[in-house]
């Protein structure tokens, strides 16, 4: 199929079940044995049946098992897995008994695979799509509830940048406001990791209900979010018990969003002009504080 075999596991992961999480498990933690493992014996390690494991590479989109091994044994080769080999760990590998050196390998290598991911998880065509939006979008709204607030405030300041007609709210019952007023010639861009937040997917119906665009960004293909958004870009990460604030997942979204924020900066004039004068405005204000705290003397 010639597919990258352990990036479609890392970014169809949370829509496996229990049991095929179990199976995608095993075969990231184990994957120069798993390449030489039959089914039955893939079956036996993981403590589940055949017909499980079936289901589970039938989710990878693969109908024989020979085909799914053939692809697994091309990957490792292709990823040098002799120097890789069972280094690159899982969050849910970190224990409570690690030490910070443990804990700093182990991030740093989630880390760097989620990034790594990145290009086979996002659609250029979707960027392309994305990015037109922007261009010809009267306002752009950017939300995100609880953490994800976060990167749309940093989201937002980068826009602002480029000279658009941006919105950003924190507060949820400001944000519907902002939401229920935009119109078709408006894009409503919502981020959420797990696409199921209460005041995301309202936002979300209320742009959609005048006629808005609304691009989705996050990590879940089958969130509510994923199915409502007009045009929807994934951020996919695996979860753990020491990563509850999606921190990984939340670099990966600041990544897409810099693509899109390129982009748009790069392609249109008047976004490279707005840059330049903002940059001369934050370069004025840095120049005149040096100058007065040289003197001595300091603004109020």
Excluded at 216 to 230: F, I, K, P, R, W
Excluded at 245 to 272: C, E, K, N, P, Y
């Amino acid at each position: 199929m010639g597919k990258d075999l352990f990036t479609e596991i890392r970014v169809k992961y949370n829509t496996l079940s229990k049991n095929q999480k179990q199976v995608a498990n095993y075969i990231l933690e184990h994957r120069s044995k798993c390449v030489r493992m039959t089914l039955s014996e893939l079956g036996k390690a993981c403590n589940l049946s055949e017909t499980t494991i079936i289901r589970f590479i039938n989710k990878l989109e693969y109908t024989s098992y020979q085909d799914f091994r053939l692809d697994m044994a091309q990957d490792l080769s292709r990823n040098d897995v002799a120097e890789m080999g069972e280094t690159q760990k899982r969050y849910d590998e970190i224990k409570p008994d690690d030490d910070t050196e443990a804990i700093k390998e182990k991030v740093i290598s989630i880390a760097s695979s989620a990034i790594c991911d990145i290009s086979k998880l996002v659609d250029t065509q979707k960027l392309e799509q994305a990015t037109k939006w922007m261009e010809q979008a009267r306002r752009i709204m950017f939300f995100g509830a609880g953490g994800s607030g976060v990167i749309a405030t940093d989201v937002y300041h980068k826009f602002l940048r480029c000279g658009k007609n941006v919105i950003n709210e924190n507060n949820s019952h400001i944000a519907l406001i902002h939401a229920a007023q935009l119109s078709e010639q408006d894009l409503l861009v919502l981020i959420s990791h797990e696409g199921e937040s209460k005041e995301v997917l309202e936002c979300c119906k209320l742009a959609q209900r005048n006629g808005a665009r609304v691009l989705g960004l996050t990590s879940y293909m089958n969130s509510d979010l994923a199915q409502m958004a007009d045009l929807c870009i994934f951020s996919s990460t695996n979860d753990s018990a020491y990563y509850t604030d999606a921190m990984v997942s939340r670099l990966v979204q600041l990544v897409i969003m810099d693509m899109l924020f390129i982009s748009l900066s790069t392609r249109a004039d008047a976004a490279q002009k707005a840059l330049e004068a903002s940059r001369l405005a934050t370069r004025e204000m840095k120049l005149r504080n040096e100058t007065e705290e040289g003197n001595g003397c300091f603004a109020p």
